[in-house]
């Protein structure tokens, strides 16, 4: 079964940057789209950034200029860098590929999410 595994989230005062990092394993026979997602409480679960295999990436509007996300495809992993966070970047942070299995089945899948909590 494939996994993601999300790392790098943590507190960190406003103005701060934090590094987030996921690695797809098992089972992988290429990955198309990757990309973050996050959940603030009581929010709906909205994209962040993606990067797809040419390398294009997509933001949302109230990252850009502060987000970069970028991508290992030899390691399967999926980076964002976050500067100049601010509160309302606070969330719980998910980790999205559209992966093709050895089976031959696409299909999207997610990390178990980590918490970025930005202080003002």
């Known amino acids: 079964q494939v996994q993601l595994v999300e790392s790098g989230g943590g507190l960190v005062q406003a103005g701060g940057s934090l590094k987030l990092s996921c690695a797809a394993s098992k089972n992988i026979f290429t990955i198309n789209a990757m990309g973050w997602y996050r959940q603030a409480p009581g929010q709906q679960r909205e994209a962040v950034a993606t990067?797809?295999?040419?390398?294009?990436?997509n933001y949302t509007d109230s990252v850009k200029g502060r987000f970069t996300i970028s991508r290992d495809t030899a390691k399967n992993t999926v980076y964002l860098q976050m500067n100049s966070l601010k509160p309302e970047d606070t969330a719980v942070y998910y980790c999205?590929?559209?992966?093709?299995?050895?089976?031959?089945?696409?299909?999207?899948?997610w990390g178990q999410g980590t918490q970025v909590t930005v202080s003002s």
């Open positions: 990067i797809i295999s040419t390398g294009s990436t």
């Open positions: 999205n590929a559209y992966i093709r299995t050895w089976l031959g089945v696409w299909r999207d899948y």
